[in-house]
């Protein structure tokens, strides 16, 4: 069974910092991109950002909202995906998801998206 | 970036009831499209990608068509389990984008 169990959210104040991460199991982590998606409170679900597999040099993508600030990292010896988070402002006030990203195989890219975590609470407030 | 707009924002529909949500692309993106769906509290599920390819375990019961800016997610004999809010994806180029979300309520 694919399992993410994602941790770390808490209660920041403006300008801080916070790192958040996310632990997979039941199948080849290092095989899959991986992304994280975050929902404000009420709003609806924003991509946040993405890291390709090993093939692909760890390469990342990254929504402009949080381009500069957030980094995606990933430790295929530990199947955990890991989001910093700096000068956080209020409106990064979200659930944040790590997801199942899709990955490359020889007949072409296999969409992910197949596969979530319950979420974890990052709260931006004074 | 490419904006994902879906309408309507709302429905009510009854149980049995055949709904049709709309996703417009703000440029062509082929078949690049996805369906989430999403019950309070829970995280999204994945129902379709790729325009109208079905996710492993979703019943047929959703289907999705449309390729270049104009999609759709149909829902053929709503169930109670099926209320919740549908959202669109495009996965074709950088960034990613959901459409606003589609609240399928019960009449």
């Known amino acids: 069974e694919v399992r993410l169990v994602e941790s770390g959210g808490d209660l920041v104040q403006p300008g801080g910092s916070l790192r958040v991460s996310c632990v997979a199991s039941?199948?080849?982590?290092?095989?899959?991109?991986m992304d994280w998606v975050r929902q404000a409170p009420g709003k609806g679900l924003e991509w946040v950002g993405r890291?390709?597999?090993?093939?692909?040099?760890?390469?990342?993508e990254y929504a402009a909202s949080v381009k500069g600030r957030f980094t995606i990292s990933r430790d295929d010896l530990k199947n955990s995906l890991f989001l910093q988070l700096n000068s956080l402002k209020t409106e990064d006030t979200a659930v944040y998801y790590c997801?199942?990203?899709?990955?490359?195989?020889?007949?072409?890219?296999?969409?992910?998206?197949?596969?979530w975590g319950q979420g974890t609470l990052v709260t931006v407030s004074s | 970036d490419i904006q994902m707009t879906q309408s309507p924002s709302s429905l009510s529909a009854s149980v049995g009831d055949r709904v049709t949500i709309t996703c417009r692309a703000s440029q062509d993106i082929n078949n690049f499209l996805a369906w989430f769906q999403q019950k309070p509290g829970k995280a999204p599920k994945s129902l379709i990608y790729?325009?109208?390819t079905l996710q492993s375990g979703v019943p047929s019961k959703f289907s999705g068509s449309g390729s270049g800016t104009d999609f759709t997610l149909t829902i053929t004999n709503l169930q109670p389990e099926d209320f919740a809010t549908y959202y669109c994806q495009h996965f074709g180029s950088y960034p990613l984008t959901f459409g606003g979300g589609t609240k399928v309520e019960i009449k």
């Open positions: 790729a325009a109208s």
């Open positions: 890291v390709r597999d090993k093939a692909n040099n760890y390469t990342t």
């Open positions: 997801t199942r990203g899709g990955r490359q195989t020889r007949s072409g890219y296999i969409y992910g998206f197949d596969s």
């Open positions: 039941g199948f080849t982590f290092s095989d899959h991109y």
